[in-house]
T-cell receptor, first 113, second 113 residues
Framework: TQLLEQSPQFLSIQEGENLTVYCNSS?????LQWYRQEPGEGPVLLVTVVTGGEVKKLKRLTFQFGDARKDSSLHITAAQPGDTGLYLCAPRAGGTSYGKLTFGQGTILTVHP | KAGVTQTPRYLIKTRGQQVTLSCSPISGHRSVSWYQQTPGQGLQFLFEYFSETQRNKGNFPGRFSGRQFSNSRSEMNVSTLELGDSALYLC????????????FGSGTRLTVV
């Protein structure tokens, strides 16, 4: 059984601070997606990382896929209140897992003005 | 372009009743997945349909069922509702190619009383 851990579970910071959230597993993944969910809405895809060691940037957000493809991190520079939300990682195992995303418990980020 | 549409947004049902939720995917998306989200369990995969066939199923009792129509629209049904079925039910659609992201609807908030 795949063990997927996201940390920290909660993060409360001031506007302008930097932060990193982590997604770790004991399994190797074919790819990994990060989503952000705001209250009362569905998750929104932020990025897909595929290659071990891959780094992708989306404005102030930097995503990294571990070399062994077992872990990933999301770094936010100069956080803003609009970054507030639940951040979810969803690794893909490939094969017959099409259509099935296994989500971590997520990191609830609150950015105070 | 239109997003994933879920109806209804909110629903209150009594224990023992059954409920049907609807999902209209993005035009061209043939894969539709359903998820249950609760504070305690997070986002859990229910099932996925592709071209009217169920390709994947999560670990939920048989009271949870679904189907997909020829126009890719999907419905999920929960029979004999229990209090623990209270949750946000999310639908996601995709082209279902490897590493392609999923677009989620805003969900249906089901409350069982």
């Amino acid at each position: 059984t795949q063990l997927l851990e996201q940390s920290p579970q909660f993060l409360s910071i001031q506007e302008g601070e930097n932060l990193t959230v982590y997604c770790n597993s004991s399994s190797v993944f074919s790819s990994l997606q990060w989503y952000r969910q705001e209250p009362g809405e569905g998750p929104v895809l932020l990025v897909t990382v595929v290659t071990g060691g891959e780094v992708k940037k989306l404005k102030r957000l930097t995503f990294q896929f571990g070399d062994a493809r077992k872990d990933s991190s999301l770094h936010i520079t100069a956080a803003q209140p609009g970054d507030t939300g639940l951040y979810l990682c969803a690794p893909r195992a490939g094969g017959t897992s099409y259509g099935k995303l296994t989500f971590g418990q997520g990191t609830i980020l609150t950015v105070h003005p | 372009k239109a997003g994933v549409t879920q109806t209804p947004r909110y629903l209150i049902k009594t224990r023992g009743q059954q409920v049907t939720l609807s999902c209209s995917p993005i035009s061209g998306h043939r894969s539709v997945s359903w998820y249950q989200q609760t504070p305690g369990q997070g986002l859990q995969f229910l099932f996925e349909y592709f071209s009217e066939t169920q390709r994947n199923k999560g670990n939920f009792p048989g009271r949870f069922s679904g189907r997909q129509f020829s126009n890719s629209r999907s419905e999920m049904n929960v029979s004999t509702l229990e209090l623990g079925d209270s949750a946000l039910y999310l639908c996601a659609s995709s082209f279902a190619t490897p590493n392609y992201g999923y677009t989620f609807g805003s969900g249906t908030r089901l409350t069982v009383v």
